[in-house]
């Protein structure tokens, strides 16, 4: 059974930082793509930071310059460094794996808050 668990979410000042880790575990595919997303009450969740399994990384507009993703591979482990925290970041964050380039994510973590004050 494969499991994503993530951490790291909080409460921060805008202008903060906060570090997400997201631990996969069991019997999964060797090489992946990961990725954060993030979703609002009422809003549709949002695409964040992806990596794909040759080290391609894209970022949503929003976050660009602000977050970066990465991943330990001997770790199994994704993260998603946020730095310059704004508000409009508030959201709760899951991280979420796919086999391969061009495939849906097929685990999900439960999901870890993370809000932002002004």
């Given at each position: 059974q494969v499991q994503l668990v993530e951490s790291g979410g909080g409460s921060v000042q805008s202008?903060?930082?906060l570090r997400l880790s997201c631990v996969v575990s069991g019997d999964y595919y060797s090489t992946y793509c990961g990725g954060w997303l993030r979703q609002v009450p009422g809003k549709e969740r949002e695409g964040v930071a992806a990596i794909d399994t040759d080290g391609v990384i894209s970022y949503a507009d929003s976050v660009k310059g602000r977050f970066t993703i990465s991943r330990d591979k001997a770790k199994n482990t994704l993260y998603l460094q946020m730095n310059s925290l704004e508000p409009e970041d508030?959201?709760?964050?899951?991280c979420a794996v796919?086999?391969?380039k061009d495939k849906y994510y097929d685990y999900w973590g439960q999901g870890t808050?993370?809000?932002v004050s002004s």
């Open positions: 202008g903060g930082s508030t959201a709760t964050y899951y796919a086999p391969k808050q993370v809000t």
